[in-house]
């Protein structure tokens, strides 16, 4: 599982705008929302392998302050190798401040790293899929606040 988190740095944000850039040899093979901090889904989770991005939006009414998980991600490499998986510019948190106030987003990517001789052979089959265990991609959200309508 790779955990998509947030870490507000002390912020009081509501929305969560979160796109993930996922490379061409991983597929998101799941997700799980079970655990999340989100209980209002603006849009569902929706992984476009086309595209190679992964993204969400949702939100928690009052607001959320310090860390927490978005959403587990159950990725399935398709080759050995090392992979990123990182939050896209294009991801956005938003303050509860009833102005909208648009805040910026630093991200912490997850770095997967496949062995040859450690993949199962299900996976190279399309059967069963293994979840690797990794808590990384962990989202920041800076101070620096841009207004939305300026």
Known sequence: ??????????????????KVSVPESVDIAGWNKDQSLVNIW??????????????????????????AVLLNLEVKPRQAG??????????????????GTEVQVTAVPAVLQVSPGKIPLAWWSGGVVVGLFICAVLWKILRTRVRSRQ
């Open 82 to 99: 090392t992979f990123e998986l990182k939050v896209d510019s294009a991801s956005k948190g938003f303050v509860n401040d009833g102005l």
């Open 1 to 18: 599982m790779v955990k998509v988190g947030v870490d507000t740095e002390g912020e009081l944000i509501n929305l969560f705008e979160v």
């Open 42 to 67: 603006v849009q569902e989770p929706a992984w476009d392998r086309d595209a190679g991005v992964f993204s969400f939006l949702g939100g928690v009414p009052g607001g959320f302050r310090g860390r």
